[in-house]
């Protein structure tokens, strides 16, 4: 096991339209992709697509949307350790001028405890918060075992004060601030003073507000991607958590401003495609969008 990757699966329907029907009306979309979905999903799809293969502990239904999502995890390589549940969870996304509307349909009433499994070997381990008591029973463990922990901070969960504690990388979204109370900069101190090692904001066409190793705050303005080449920025954040996780495993002596900035060029890659899975970089994709866009 190189890396540990825990959350909620979603299968994503991501459609352009340019009209939304109401009443009895009746439209046709102009394109759509259906993929896996989810926070920490997604990341471990895009660290398997840069050539490190994580675990992945996920909720997983005995349906036909559950049998699709194992089959796209084997296509990867990537072992699901299950955890059930009744029914697969859906997002319906429909991106438009670089924004996002979604409406989900999620199902986290599990029928069982999370399975116990052997860290041996694991590097890294990235939390989207979902599966509140798997997170915080495996990032108690990973802090014991000197393995680094990560977690992307989509949203505030029921426990995620206790599990910061816990947590080297935390890098979280303006929605979590926002829920929060708490403005950017503010987000940093509150996550300095939870423990974590490096904490950020990601703050979308403004970039990444952050604190590196020693503490000191940084900017990393966002990769300067067109406004007619955005097509789908759901699923970036996850992306970008997926591709910092993998440039640790890949090269642990680098800098984090090193792998934050590789991270932003992955999803600036993402963010020019439809849906989760077109969107997931090679390494010589992230390259090229470097060298494109001043960020060799």
């Known amino acids: 096991m190189n890396a540990f990757f825990i959350g909620q699966t979603y299968i994503d329907v991501t459609f352009l339209t340019d009209k939304m029907p109401v009443g009895d009306e009746k439209h046709v979309a102009s394109a759509y992709a259906v993929s896996f979905g989810g926070n920490a999903v997604t990341a471990a799809f895009c660290c398997a697509k840069l050539s490190i293969v994580p675990d992945l502990l996920a909720t997983v239904a005995d349906d036909w949307l559950g049998r699709m999502f194992l089959e796209m995890a084997a296509k990867y390589k990537i072992p699901v350790h299950a955890r059930k549940v009744k029914t697969s969870s859906l997002?319906?996304?429909?991106?438009?001028?670089?924004?996002?509307?979604?409406?989900?349909?999620?199902?986290d009433d599990y029928l069982g405890s999370f399975p116990v499994l052997d860290l041996s070997g694991c590097?890294?381990?990235?939390?989207?918060?979902?599966?509140?008591?798997?997170?915080l029973h495996y990032a108690k463990?990973?802090?014991?075992?000197?393995?680094?922990?990560?977690?992307?901070?989509?949203?505030?969960?029921?426990?995620?004060?206790?599990?910061?504690?816990f947590i080297d990388v935390a890098i979280v979204a303006e929605r979590f601030c926002e829920?929060?109370?708490?403005?950017?900069?503010?987000?940093?101190?509150?996550?300095k003073e939870r423990g974590c090692r490096i904490g950020g904001v990601t703050l979308g066409e403004r970039g990444l507000l952050w604190y590196d190793e020693t503490g000191n705050v940084r900017t990393e303005p966002a990769l300067a991607v067109p406004p007619d080449r955005i097509l789908d920025t759901s699923?970036?954040?996850?992306?970008f958590h997926g591709a910092y996780i993998y440039s640790y495993l890949a090269d642990p002596?680098?800098?984090w401003e090193q792998h934050l900035r590789f991270a932003q060029a992955a999803s600036a890659y993402k963010i020019q495609h439809l849906g989760n899975e077109a969107g997931l970089p090679t390494t010589a994709d992230v390259e090229v969008v470097r060298r494109e866009f001043g960020r060799s």
């Open 91 to 107: 997002s319906f996304i429909m991106p438009k001028d670089g924004q996002r509307a979604i409406v989900r349909c999620r199902d």
């Open 253 to 255: 002596t680098k800098k």
């Open 123 to 135: 590097r890294a381990l990235h939390l989207d918060g979902h599966q509140p008591d798997a997170a």
């Open 179 to 191: 829920q929060m109370k708490l403005a950017p900069a503010a987000m940093l101190e509150y996550l």
């Open 235 to 239: 699923g970036a954040g996850d992306v």
């Open 141 to 165: 463990l990973s802090r014991d075992a000197g393995i680094l922990t990560s977690l992307d901070g989509g949203g505030v969960r029921s426990n995620t004060h206790e599990l910061l504690a």
